[in-house]
């Protein structure tokens, strides 16, 4: 639910707010094959420092011992990470001068209990300045912590980039959703930097912008430093047309629907922005496309950049995405956040019970008996709007099974299917989620109907292919 990735950079000693729900799993049920690393050698790990004040469109400069630290295999229609161990770093924040080590941890770093990080101490996982310290060390100005981990990453769709554009300068992808951009939080190797690098031998791309988490579409990167500041020049000088598709709840209102109301980032922490009198300007124009059941498609045009600009307009209008797991949230009140109303609450209090409600629900889709097609067959019921005609009803009978090969079809398997490996696991005695089996998130997890479809700017344009929900069978895109 609460998304990071807008805003999360991977300089955090263990992530934040690393919440899922888990069922127990007896530590005799894992496989006997499975690599053990002894505590004492972890001490040993490589030494990772990481760019924490890196520009916009910042160069990953990874080397090929990053891309091999593990490697992926495929299940239940989700890309998997085996586990392995990483060293996370960060300087000291001028809040943290003065404070015991163990304080900092257990309560900025909410992931692990105290007792876990603790345990860290003693044994050299956790260190600064590269060297140990005992759990009342107090920090001090340019301290360099750093914490090894038994990182465990979250399963994401199996489908493929699809690559739309690539020359010299530039590659232009079609990114699935619930893949992150780049590494943030729980997500490092299931990001599209990362697969693009393993998977299509495409390295140290340049991000010269981004989608959230969940959003899919049209996704530009740069190969050399100078296309890069150009074209980010460009977005910034608001040179650069997108046109997004959307699918909201309700009847959409006829004509263009502008919204210019000002956007406010609440809490960077965990990504949640809101209008606000104190936000920065922002403009995004919409227009109903087609009608499809109870809600509507809706071609979004967003003048600004703003973080979860289109999300957040969408919210006051009263038609927020069907699908969003964030702004289409009762925890903005009872009206969701239409007009600016979220129930009378300050920020703090909208911050706390978003926490809250992270912690208690199950936003990673882990439900009993769970069977995950990467998508569902979508119900198409469409009234073109423009033409104020019905168009037939149509509606795929399709097993889960099938929903899910097709899926794979549309975008294409670019690398071998492997299944799961038990002799490529690694296992941690100390790590708590080695003790943890997690159900896989359901399709409805994966997915959220907003997608980046033309990017036009100074004598370039590109667009992707429409994803199913978009019902681009029964709807002419090409008059819009």
């Not at 990362?194 to 989608?211: D, E, G, M, V």
């Not at 439900?367 to 990467?374: A, R």
């Not at 943890?436 to 994966?446: C, E, F, M, T």
Request: charged share 30%; hydrophobic share 30%.
């Amino acid at each position: 639910m609460i998304d990071q990735e807008a805003q999360s950079h991977e300089s955090t000693p263990d992530g934040d707010l690393q919440v899922s729900t888990t069922a127990q799993k007896d530590a005799s049920q894992l496989p006997e094959k499975r690599k053990t690393i002894e505590t004492d050698k972890l001490v040993d790990a490589k030494k990772v420092k990481l760019d924490t004040k890196s520009p916009k469109y910042k160069k990953l400069n990874l080397t090929d011992e990053k891309y091999d630290e593990t490697s992926y295999y495929f299940e239940n229609g989700l890309r998997k990470v085996y586990p392995y161990f990483f060293t996370f770093t960060t300087f000291t924040k001028g809040r943290w001068v003065g404070e015991k080590i163990l304080d900092v941890f257990a309560r900025e770093f909410r992931a692990h209990p105290a007792e876990e990080y603790q345990r860290s101490i003693e044994t050299g996982k956790l260190t600064v300045n590269y060297e140990k310290v005992p759990s009342d060390y107090r920090l001090k100005h340019n301290d360099l912590l750093s914490n090894v981990v038994h990182r465990h990453e979250v399963p994401v769709s199996l489908q493929s980039i699809a690559i739309v554009h690539m020359d010299e300068d530039i590659v232009v992808v079609n990114k699935p959703a619930s893949i992150p951009v780049h590494p943030c939080g729980r997500y490092r190797h299931n990001t599209v930097v990362f697969i693009l690098a393993k998977s299509h031998n495409l390295k140290n791309l340049r991000t010269i912008h981004r989608l959230d988490r969940l959003t899919s579409g049209l996704l530009i990167f740069g190969r050399t430093s100078t296309k890069a500041r150009e074209l980010e020049q460009q977005i910034r000088n608001r040179q650069v047309q997108k046109e997004y598709v959307c699918r909201v709840e309700g009847r959409f209102p006829d004509g263009i629907i502008e919204c210019n109301e000002p956007i406010q980032v609440v809490s960077y922490k965990i990504g949640v922005c809101r209008v606000s009198p104190n936000g920065k300007d922002c403009k995004t124009t919409f227009q109903r496309i087609s009608e499809v059941g109870d809600s509507s498609i809706v071609l979004c045009k967003p003048l600004t950049g703003r973080m979860h600009q289109i999300r957040v307009h969408l919210q006051y209008l009263g038609y927020p995405i069907v699908n969003d797991p964030l702004y289409n949230h009762e925890v903005f009140g009872p009206l969701k956040g239409r007009g600016g109303d979220i129930g009378g609450k300050s920020d703090d209090q909208l911050i706390n019970n978003l926490i809250k409600i992270h912690n208690a629900e199950n936003w990673l889709g882990m439900e009993e008996g769970g069977i995950l097609p990467i998508a569902n067959p979508i119900k198409c019921e469409v009234t073109n709007s423009r033409e104020n005609e019905s168009l037939t009803e149509i509606e795929a009978q399709h097993t889960k099974l099938k929903s899910m090969v097709d899926s794979i079809k549309d975008v294409g398997i670019e690398e071998p299917i492997d299944p799961f490996d038990p002799i490529k696991t690694t296992f941690d005695p100390f790590c708590h989620e080695c003790k943890v089996i997690y159900r896989d998130p359901n399709a409805k997890d994966l997915i959220m109907y907003l997608h980046a479809w033309k990017y036009k700017g100074v004598d370039w344009e590109y667009k992707t292919e429409l994803p199913n929900w978009a019902c681009k069978e029964l709807i002419d895109y090409d008059t819009l």
